[in-house]
T-cell receptor, first 115, second 112 residues
Framework: EAGVAQSPRYKIIEKRQSVAFWCNPI?????LYWYQQILGQGPKLLIQ????????DSQLPKDRFSAERLKGVDSTLKIQPAKLEDSAVYLC?????????????FGEGSWLTVV | DAKTTQPPSMDCAEGRAANLPCNHS???????VYWYRQIHSQGPQYIIH???NNETNEMASLIITEDRKSSTLILPHATLRDTAVYYC?????????????FGRGTQLTVWP
C-alpha cells in the first residue's frame, strides 16, 4: 500500500515570496491533516479536512497560509508571503474513517527554509 | 495542547530493552494512548496504541497502568535504528475525527 506522498521534499525561498506544497493521501483516506514542525519541537496541527471540507483550521495563520482539498483527495498548502519564522517541516497526514483506531499516517514532509 | 509528560532524553545499550515512560494523569475514559516515533529527517511513524489493556505488536509493547494515568513503551531489543524521538499522545476515542497533539517527546539514543 502506497503511503502519504508529499512534494517538494525541500524548498528554499526568500522572505515575502510564495510557496506551495502538495499532498496525496493514502487511497481511500477521507481525513487529511497538515502539520507544521519547527526544529526541536513536536508537530503542530495547522488544518484538518474531512473529504473536501475543513473541520478545523483554528491554528492556521490565515493572513498568509491557505489550504484546499479539491475533490476530497489531493491537497495543497500555500504560504504567501513567507516570513523567516515559517521555516519548518510541513507534514501531511491522512486517516480512514474505518478500522481499529483509525490510525493517522504521515508523509515524509516538505522542508522549507525562508532566507 | 499535549496532555502528556515525557522525559526529554534517554539512552539504551544496543540489544537491551528500552523502556520509555509517559504520564497522562488527566486522561479521560474515551481517550486512547498512542505512540509515534520520528527518525531524523522523516515523518512520524505509528508504533502502537491502547485503551486500557496491554498491547503488543511486531514493533513494541505498551503497558498501561490500571488507573490509566501512565504508560510505558517497551522496545524489547533495541537496535541502532531505534534511535529517534518518541511521542506519547492521548487521542479522543469517540471521535472519528480525533486529531493528534504532539509534545516534545523523548529523544532515545541507542548506543553500540
Amino acid at each position: 500500500e502506497a503511503g502519504v506522498a508529499q512534494s517538494p521534499r525541500y524548498k528554499i525561498i526568500e522572505k515575502r515570496q510564495s510557496v506551495a506544497f502538495w499532498c496525496n493521501p493514502i487511497s481511500g483516506h477521507a481525513t487529511l491533516y497538515w502539520y507544521q514542525q519547527i526544529l526541536g519541537q513536536g508537530p503542530k496541527l495547522l488544518i484538518q479536512f474531512q473529504n473536501n471540507g475543513v473541520v478545523d483550521d483554528s491554528q492556521l495563520p490565515k493572513d498568509r497560509f491557505s489550504a484546499e482539498r479539491l475533490k476530497g483527495v489531493d491537497s495543497t498548502l500555500k504560504i504567501q508571503p513567507a516570513k523567516l519564522e515559517d521555516s519548518a517541516v510541513y507534514l501531511c497526514a491522512s486517516s480512514s474513517l474505518k478500522g481499529s483506531g483509525n490510525t493517522i499516517y504521515f508523509g515524509e514532509g516538505s522542508w522549507l527554509t525562508v532566507v | 495542547d499535549a496532555k502528556t509528560t515525557q522525559p526529554p532524553s534517554m539512552d539504551c545499550a544496543e540489544g537491551r530493552a528500552a523502556n520509555l515512560p509517559c504520564n497522562h494523569s488527566t486522561i479521560s475514559g474515551n481517550e486512547y494512548v498512542y505512540w509515534y516515533r520520528q527518525i531524523h529527517s522523516q515523518g512520524p511513524q505509528y508504533i502502537i496504541h491502547g485503551l486500557k489493556n496491554n498491547e503488543t505488536n511486531e514493533m513494541a509493547s505498551l503497558i498501561i497502568t490500571e488507573d490509566r494515568k501512565s504508560s510505558t513503551l517497551i522496545l524489547p531489543h533495541a537496535t541502532l535504528r531505534d534511535t529517534a524521538v518518541y511521542y506519547c499522545i492521548v487521542r479522543d476515542r469517540g471521535s472519528t475525527l480525533g486529531r493528534l497533539y504532539f509534545g516534545r517527546g523523548t529523544q532515545l539514543t541507542v548506543w553500540p
